[in-house]
């Protein structure tokens, strides 16, 4: 069965860091993986997808690499700010989206 | 241009009662996905749903629960029975496209938190 793995222990940097979180999955291979944003309380909000033949996609502070090798995907926020404490969460996508638990990523000023 | 409407937004019900959750997708779309989370808890898939089509159910429990997309109106799902392990918070998400088709990111509403008591 398809297992996705994000770390679960929160990841805290000082602000203006840069701030990676990793994804890990097995047992398939998804044609696309969607990075999530979610807020206490909140819905995600979809942030980036990446192809199986991209190695990168960066939106503004965003940057995601797609590892197809290693099943692995990297999230990065360049120069992090407190506004970007959230959980992340990854979704490689197979016959439904399926997500990881999340990395809770804490910013400190 | 609203984006996914759910509600209620929080739903109390007593053991045994019946819970109805809805959930309006964005304008356009009309691939229906429900998910239930748990504190600490990643977002389980339960269903699918394209107008009036169960595409997969895989998530769902095969009693008490159940889900539909009509024609005309929101999406629903239903827990009949309720017991206190339905407590969870439910999110409901919609796309343009079936997975697998295209960019088909989620937008997702901002959930239905049933407490069972």
């Known amino acids: 069965s398809q297992k996705i793995e994000q770390n679960s222990e929160a990841l805290n940097i000082q602000e203006g860091k840069t701030a990676t979180l990793t994804c890990n999955y097995t047992?398939?291979?998804?044609?696309?993986l969607q990075w999530y944003r979610q807020d206490p309380g909140r819905g995600p909000v979809f942030l980036l997808l990446?192809?199986?033949?991209?190695k990168e996609k960066r939106k503004e502070r965003l940057k995601v690499t797609f590892d197809t090798t290693l099943k692995q995907s990297l999230f990065h926020i360049t120069a992090s700010q407190p506004a970007d404490s959230a959980t992340y969460l990854c979704?490689?996508?197979?016959?439904?989206?399926?997500f990881g638990k999340g990395t809770m990523l804490l910013v400190s000023p | 241009n609203a984006g996914v409407m759910q509600n209620p937004r929080h739903l109390v019900r007593r053991r045994g009662q019946e819970a109805r959750l809805r959930c309006s997708p964005m304008?356009?779309?009309?691939?229906v996905y429900w998910y239930r989370q748990l504190p600490e808890e990643g977002l389980k898939f339960m269903v699918y749903?394209?107008?009036?089509?169960?595409?997969?159910e895989s998530g769902m429990p095969k009693e008490r629960f159940s889900a539909e997309f009509p024609k005309e109106g929101p999406s629903i799902l239903r827990i009949q029975q309720v017991v206190r392990g339905d407590s969870a918070a439910y999110f409901c998400?919609?796309?343009?496209?079936?997975?697998?088709?295209?960019?088909?990111?989620?937008?997702f509403g901002n959930g239905t938190r049933l407490t069972v008591t």
């Open positions: 990446i192809r199986e033949n991209e």
């Open positions: 979704a490689p996508e197979y016959s439904t989206l399926t």
């Open positions: 047992n398939y291979s998804p044609a696309y």
């Open positions: 749903l394209q107008k009036e089509n169960i595409i997969d």
């Open positions: 304008k356009g779309h009309s691939h």
């Open positions: 998400a919609s796309s343009a496209y079936r997975p697998g088709q295209g960019n088909s990111p989620l937008h």
